[in-house]
């Protein structure tokens, strides 16, 4: 079990960057064993994950079944907690950053949770009906303009690269997200 202070200290690093300050860094685990545990992240969005997830199938519209929906949607999250490290693995020694692939994804993975604290109840809202169309539109694409901004940050911060190569990354993790996320849709839709 990962300790409890690597947690603490991995979701104040990742806050302390989203500050813009670079010292967030000094706080993550950036060792071997701290890249795996950084992964532990992922349970810690789940909960709130798997409340959205539950009040999207409740609310009708998807005609799979509930073991279908929820397995889908289970391998779809793992496959987007692998899928991104995978391939930046390969990105970063492409762009000489091997030495920072490590502090890299040890940061983008507690940034993640505070990128969650801050969708998830907006999307949980959203499937409760709380807003109106304009309103939630607005505001998905502010929080969108604010989790890209955040990522660009801990991107540009944790492998030490330019502001082209930072964005450049973040498009990257954009696109991998919003392909594997349709991918797992479209199969639900099969049902």
């Given at each position: 079990?990962?300790?409890?202070?690597?947690?603490?200290?991995?979701?104040y690093g990742a806050w302390r960057l989203a500050w813009l300050d670079a010292s967030g860094m000094q706080y993550f685990n950036r060792t071997v064993e701290g890249f795996w545990r950084s992964f532990f992240a992922a349970v810690l969005i789940a909960p709130p994950l798997a409340v959205l997830l539950g009040l999207r199938f409740a609310g009708g519209g998807i005609e799979a079944p509930l073991w279908r929906f929820a397995s889908?949607?289970?391998?779809?999250y793992i496959v987007l907690w692998v899928a991104f490290p995978v391939i930046m693995l390969g990105v970063t020694r492409a762009m000489d950053?091997?030495?920072?692939?490590?502090?890299?994804?040890?940061?983008?993975?507690?940034?993640?949770v505070w990128q969650n604290v801050l969708f998830l109840p907006f999307a949980?809202?959203?499937?409760?009906?709380?807003?109106?169309?304009?309103?939630?539109?607005?505001?998905?694409?502010?929080?969108?303009i604010v989790?890209?901004?955040?990522?660009?940050?801990?991107?540009?911060?944790a492998l030490?690269?330019?502001?082209?190569?930072?964005?450049?990354?973040?498009a990257i993790d954009l696109?991998?997200?919003?392909?594997?996320?349709?991918f797992s849709e479209s199969l639900i839709r099969v049902g």
């Amino acid at each position: 079990m990962i300790p409890v202070l690597e947690v603490a200290n991995g979701l104040y690093g990742a806050w302390r960057l989203a500050w813009l300050d670079a010292s967030g860094m000094q706080y993550f685990n950036r060792t071997v064993e701290g890249f795996w545990r950084s992964f532990f992240a992922a349970v810690l969005i789940a909960p709130p994950l798997a409340v959205l997830l539950g009040l999207r199938f409740a609310g009708g519209g998807i005609e799979a079944p509930l073991w279908r929906f929820a397995s889908i949607e289970l391998i779809s999250y793992i496959v987007l907690w692998v899928a991104f490290p995978v391939i930046m693995l390969g990105v970063t020694r492409a762009m000489d950053r091997t030495a920072n692939y490590i502090p890299y994804i040890v940061a983008y993975n507690w940034a993640s949770v505070w990128q969650n604290v801050l969708f998830l109840p907006f999307a949980i809202m959203v499937e409760l009906e709380l807003f109106g169309g304009g309103l939630r539109n607005g505001l998905l694409v502010a929080l969108m303009i604010v989790v890209l901004a955040y990522t660009f940050v801990v991107t540009r911060t944790a492998l030490q690269v330019g502001a082209g190569a930072a964005t450049l990354l973040v498009a990257i993790d954009l696109v991998i997200s919003v392909f594997i996320n349709g991918f797992s849709e479209s199969l639900i839709r099969v049902g």
